[in-house]
């Protein structure tokens, strides 16, 4: 497996312009992480996503995968046409930052929306994007994220119906206990189409204390990579098992520093990765 950290995990020092891609980037360099996971809302502009591959390309650094936000759950169809049209935008990014791999999203729950109407455009987009991802040779990951797709089973039924070797499961640990499902156990229902992992760490903390509320009113905060309730080395060890040789991508989300806690994450990692 290949170690891989996320952009994300330094998204209060980015969207607060403490620090810019550049300096992810440098910050994953000095600690030995070869690739990392780009996100759009942290690539505006195209001189942007030059000025990252030009960086990597000097450091001999890789990008795992490009993450873009996009939601097709969207009633009026010149909605979801742009959302289509975005998700292809990322294909192309994607190939430009030499990446195989397009992390996409279902869509969010919207009042008066059913979830029998959310899951057939879902389902329908992706069709139509994922054959455009054929084209370009690029795989599309979609993230167990929200209420459309949040369970292992949902995004293994959207996976299926879709129908396209070219749309996989990016497997977000953390995700899973916000929808009041292990993540081992989610993991072992998607074994199959695992393409791309969050490694996300989180843990049970009181009403409160800041942090993601899952459906079941329990409230879920991020922690160091192996300090959370997730079981990391089981899930590393039951991939490795399975043949999972792809990005094992650290996505952390806690309330301590963000630089000195991703470099703990990564050394965590380190330690248990295959």
């Known amino acids: 497996m290949k170690l891989s950290v996320s952009a994300w995990c330094l998204e209060k020092l980015l969207f607060g312009n403490k620090m810019d891609i550049p300096d992810f980037i440098r910050l994953c360099d000095q600690n030995g992480v070869e690739y990392v996971e780009l996100l759009d809302c942290f690539l505006k502009k195209d001189e942007d996503i030059q000025k990252a591959k030009e960086l990597l390309g ?3 650094m890789k990008v795992s995968a490009y993450s873009i936000g996009n939601d097709f759950v969207q009633p009026d169809e010149e909605a979801r046409r742009k959302e289509i049209e975005a998700v292809k935008k990322g294909v192309d990014v994607a190939c430009s930052l030499n990446t195989k791999l397009l992390r996409v999203f279902s869509g969010s729950p919207k009042e008066g929306i059913a979830f029998e109407d959310a899951s057939g455009w879902i389902i329908d987009s992706l069709k139509e994007c994922a054959r455009y ?6 795989t599309m990951v979609l993230e167990n994220h929200g209420l459309f797709a949040g369970k292992g089973s949902q995004v293994k039924e959207i996976i299926v119906k879709v129908g396209s070797e070219n749309l996989k499961a990016n497997t977000d640990l953390g995700n899973f206990l916000l929808v009041n499902e292990d993540p081992f156990m989610a993991v072992r229902e998607l074994k199959d189409y695992v393409g791309f992992v969050h490694f996300k760490d989180f843990k049970e903390v009181g009403e409160n204390e800041p942090g993601y509320k899952g459906i ?10 192996g300090q959370g309730q997730v079981p990391m080395k089981e899930v590393v060890d039951f991939l490795h098992e399975n043949g999972y040789d792809g990005f094992l991508s650290i996505e952390y989300e806690g309330i301590g520093d963000p630089v000195t806690e991703t470099i703990e994450s990564i050394k965590y990692t380190n330690s248990i990765i295959k």
């Open 216 to 225: 079941d009113g329990r409230k879920y905060q991020g922690t160091i990579i």
């Open 133 to 138: 991802a054929e084209e370009k040779g690029i």
């Open 58 to 60: 000097e450091l001999g």
